[in-house]
């Protein structure tokens, strides 16, 4: 298994402009998630699949978008650039079987993305 | 809605010390929580899961403590070491499989 994997691993962009970030994953997960990461703040969620066709907000989701058409993709799309969105976004993925087997969600390499 | 708050945001100890790092959490309905270690640039490296029916759980050097009715979590390190300098961050686990992170306890462990 790749587990979960993030492309691309580093993202410069103008204001204004869009982009998609990528997270797949092949261990058949229901749940995934998106994080971003800012310094002293933790990881935010910002939105969050359990299962493909669903999707919802986070604690931070204005900005970006995203769809579930099948389990093994969840992007993440910027549809407008802003500097306030420069960051380190991570993917995540488990399953119900994972969590209750008392197995950790499993973390993409992360993606850093630099909004000029 | 689940808030995670981590005390202190930064510690500074010397190498061989004992030290207890603090997590709590408003919700206690959590399927489990978690600790991490991040070092700087770097992604998550989990250290420590405690379901939510455990009370505590051990690594070596270091454990975890949980106590879902007051909302509190401990992680002890003990005879800290140099190499354990990074960011440790709690993290609670929903019903819907996303975690909510605190901010982090920066821990510099000084030769």
């Known amino acids: 298994n790749a587990g979960v994997t993030q492309t691309p691993k580093f993202q410069v962009l103008k204001t204004g402009q869009s982009m998609t970030l990528q997270c797949a994953q092949d261990?058949?997960?229901?749940?995934m998630s998106w994080y971003r990461q800012d310094p002293g703040m933790g990881l935010r969620l910002i939105h969050y699949s359990v299962g493909a066709g669903i999707t919802d907000q986070g604690e931070v989701p204005n900005g970006y978008n995203v769809s579930r058409s099948t389990t093994e993709d969840f992007p993440l799309r910027l549809l407008s650039a802003a500097p306030s969105q420069t960051s380190v976004y991570f993917c995540a993925s488990s399953s119900k079987r994972t969590l209750q087997k008392g197995e950790t969600q499993y973390f993409g390499p992360g993606t850093r993305l630099l909004v000029l | 809605k689940q808030e995670v708050t981590q005390i202190p945001a930064a510690l500074s100890v010397p190498e061989g010390e004992n030290l207890v790092l603090n997590c709590s959490f408003t919700d206690s309905a959590i399927y489990n929580l978690q600790w991490f270690r991040q070092d700087p640039g770097k992604g998550l490296t989990s250290l420590l899961l405690?379901?939510?029916?455990?009370r505590e759980q051990t690594s070596g050097r270091l454990n975890a403590s949980l106590d879902k009715s007051s909302g509190r979590s401990t992680l002890y390190i003990a005879a800290s070491q140099p190499g354990d300098s990074a960011t440790y961050l709690c993290?609670?686990?929903?019903?819907?499989?996303?975690?909510?992170f605190g901010k982090g306890t920066k821990l510099s462990v000084k030769p």
């Open positions: 261990m058949n997960h229901e749940y």
């Open positions: 993290a609670v686990l929903g019903s819907q499989g996303n975690l909510i």
């Open positions: 405690i379901q939510s029916s455990q």
